[in-house]
Nanobody, 120 residues
Framework: QVQLVESGGGLVQPGGSLRLSCAAS????????MGWYRQAPGKERELVAA???????NYADSVKGRFTISRDNVKNTVYLQMNSLKPDDTAVYYC??????????????WGQGTQVTVSS
């Protein structure tokens, strides 16, 4: 069982910055890919950024150049640094982790979500 605990969301003005964190805890063999998704009211959940265990990254076109995903494999934590925030970035942000259990089963986990609101 893996728990993903998110933090760092909040209210920020346009042009501001936030840093989201997601820490994985519990029982697992390893964490492979991790990512951040977001869902705004009336919209489908979308991938914002992803990072592999080898630290290769991928970003949605809408956040390229503004957001940076990173991870600390020792702390089992993934981060999302969000700069130059826009109102369209307003959404609930969810952490996702693709894990391998101690019995080598592949299990995908979701965090509870953290609200990011960009408004003046």
């Amino acid at each position: 069982q893996v728990q993903l605990v998110e933090s760092g969301g909040g209210l920020v003005q346009p042009g501001g910055s936030l840093r989201l964190s997601c820490a994985a805890s519990g029982s697992f063999f390893r964490i492979n890919d991790m990512g951040w998704y977001r869902q705004a009211p009336g919209k489908e959940r979308e991938l914002v950024a992803a990072i592999t265990s080898g630290r290769s990254t991928n970003y949605a076109d809408s956040v390229k150049g503004r957001f940076t995903i990173s991870r600390d494999n020792v702390k089992n934590t993934v981060y999302l640094q969000m700069n130059s925030l826009k109102p369209d970035d307003t959404a609930v942000y969810y952490c996702n982790a693709d894990s391998v259990s101690r019995s080598y089963a592949r299990i995908n986990y979701w965090g509870q979500g953290t609200q990011v609101t960009v408004s003046s």
